[in-house]
């Protein structure tokens, strides 16, 4: 069945420092989206990307989605100690329906 | 509308037990997602439904799971005979089909069987 694999696990970084975090599918997907999950919270939503090879800017947040529509990354800008958290990726299917989350990436931030 | 609600936040229960959660959803959403996270580990697909119909159960899902969605609005999710790794958090979502706004998740209802 579908998979999708998140690197790396963990990540620590001093403030300003920046930030990127890997998924990888094993199949074509007709779209992926992104969740923060705060220590203690649930998955919130951050984006959707749809289009082969998109690009998404939010503030220092930058979100792109592979050519092939297999992989994605996220990358933040001079990381602030309010991006602590669990970042997720989770990908739909052509078949559409559920989404299938990654592991996702656990990030710090030393002020 | 205060989103996503999850009863109860927390349940303790001894193995063997049956156990039911209950998920609202966002009113005007017309899917509802059942997920389960255990530490360290992404959220995992248990079930979803369009409406009150059940479209999909992940093949990792024993018997002992049942959800229902009797009027297309909240959902129960039982545990019959639980074992000690059904013990996580479960996760309710809910969305518009077509919506390009994701998920929205509720706070949870973490389960641990004694």
């Known amino acids: 069945g579908q998979q999708v694999m998140q690197i790396p696990q963990y990540q620590h970084v001093q403030e300003g420092e920046d930030f990127t975090t890997y998924c990888n599918s094993s199949?074509?997907?007709?779209?992926i989206q992104w969740y923060k999950q705060r220590p203690g919270g649930h998955p919130v939503f951050l984006i959707q990307?749809?289009?082969?090879?998109e690009v998404k800017k939010q503030k220092r947040l930058t979100f792109q989605f592979g050519e092939a529509k297999k992989n994605s990354s996220l990358h933040i800008t001079a990381t602030q100690t309010t991006d602590v958290g669990t970042y997720f990726c989770?990908?739909?299917?052509?078949?559409?329906?559920?989404?299938?989350f990654g592991q996702g990436t656990e990030l710090s931030v030393k002020p | 509308d205060t989103g996503v609600s999850q009863n109860p936040r927390h349940k303790i229960t001894k193995r063997g037990q049956n156990v039911t959660f209950r998920c609202d959803p966002i009113?005007?959403?017309?899917?509802l997602y059942w997920y389960r996270q255990t530490l360290g580990q992404g959220p995992e697909f248990l079930t979803y439904?369009?409406?009150?119909?059940?479209?999909?159960k992940s093949r990792l899902l024993s018997d002992r799971f049942s959800a229902e969605r009797p009027k297309g609005s909240f959902s129960t999710l039982e545990i019959q005979r639980t074992e000690q790794g059904d013990s996580a958090m479960y996760l309710c979502?809910?969305?518009?089909?077509?919506?390009?706004?994701?998920?929205?998740f509720g706070s949870g209802t973490r389960l641990t069987v004694v």
């Open positions: 439904f369009q409406n009150e119909a059940q479209l999909e």
């Open positions: 009113s005007e959403h017309n899917r």
């Open positions: 979502a809910s969305s518009l089909e077509g919506a390009w706004d994701g998920y929205t």
């Open positions: 199949t074509t997907l007709s779209n």
């Open positions: 990307l749809v289009k082969s090879g």
């Open positions: 989770a990908g739909r299917g052509n078949q559409g329906g559920k989404l299938i």
